[in-house]
């Protein structure tokens, strides 16, 4: 069990504690391992691991990814090793969350008539980090959190549309 603030998918109630996770998918959250086995019967067809890995083999990159003895391939070898495996992590995500980011990217085209006004209620901010790299996301909100100031725009955390209007270096 792990500590974040969530919803269960069976009943859809606030978990602001310990929550249960699909061990397959880690993307489905239960409050409890009661709603987690009664949920199992939708939950199966939409499992994200059944339908991004159809056999139980892993993947030749996973080796690198996961640490495995690399004393055998070249440095090159093994940084396309890595390459890889982070293009399959990234393609995995990608199809996890395709849709949503696009009906939000359709969301916020339509805004653009009504301007920044329009975006700092119907905006969305993406941010994505590797999962060992949150030192990153802190620096990156730092960052922002600077530009917005030199923008003389008050920074508001629900509406990062005034503070990623601009490019990001």
Known sequence: MEHHSKKCLKCDQKIDGAYVRCS??????????????????????QCVA?????????????A?????????????EIQREKESA?????????KIWYNTITKCTI????CEPYGLDKLRTHGLAIWVSERTEYSNL????????????????QWNPDWWAEATSFKVR
């Open 24 to 45: 397959a998918c880690k993307v489905a959250t239960y409050c409890t391992v009661d709603c987690q086995k009664e949920h199992w019967d939708v939950h199966q067809d």
């Open 86 to 94: 982070m293009m399959e992590e990234f393609y995995n995500w990608r």
């Open 107 to 110: 969301s916020m085209l339509s």
């Open 138 to 153: 802190d620096a990156s909100k730092a960052y922002i959190s600077e530009r917005a100031a030199r923008n003389k725009w």
């Open 50 to 62: 059944k339908v991004t890995s159809p056999s139980d083999e892993l993947p030749p990159y996973a």
């Open 64 to 76: 690198v990814a996961f640490g495995a003895p690399t004393h055998n391939l070249t440095h090159i």
